[in-house]
């Protein structure tokens, strides 16, 4: 059963930097990707970025390039998301994703498997 647990969210001001983590479990993820979604208060999901858990190809929505950056650590099997230069309009709750390669990077039905999400809140 695949397990994803995020971790490190909180309440920074803006500006600052968070780093959160995603420790996955449960089958070996080669061939999979991972992904970085948000959703603020009554909105949809939103794409972050992705990674390839074998090749470590990353993709970013564009309003995050720059300022994000997503990894992974295949010995410890858990996937990072550093942010830095956060705004207010990051606050959201973050949320760790895992599929296949098939299907768009940036959908959230791309992904059957998701954490339980991190709180990121960011005042001024």
């Known amino acids: 059963q695949v397990q994803l647990v995020e971790s490190g969210g909180g309440l920074v001001q803006a500006g600052g930097s968070l780093r959160l983590s995603c420790a996955a479990s449960?089958?070996?993820?080669?061939?999979?990707?991972m992904g970085w979604f948000r959703q603020a208060p009554g909105k949809e999901h939103e794409f972050v970025a992705r990674?390839?858990?074998?090749?470590?190809?990353?993709y970013y929505a564009d309003s995050m390039k720059g300022r994000f950056t997503i990894s992974r650590d295949i010995a410890k099997n858990t996937v990072y998301l550093q942010m830095n230069s956060l705004k207010p309009e990051d606050t959201a709750v973050y949320y760790c994703a895992a599929g296949s390669l098939a299907g768009a990077s940036g959908a959230p039905t791309s992904y059957p498997y998701w954490g339980q999400g991190t709180q990121v809140t960011v005042s001024l």
């Open positions: 449960g089958r070996t993820f080669s061939g999979y990707r």
């Open positions: 990674i390839t858990w074998g090749g470590g190809t990353t």
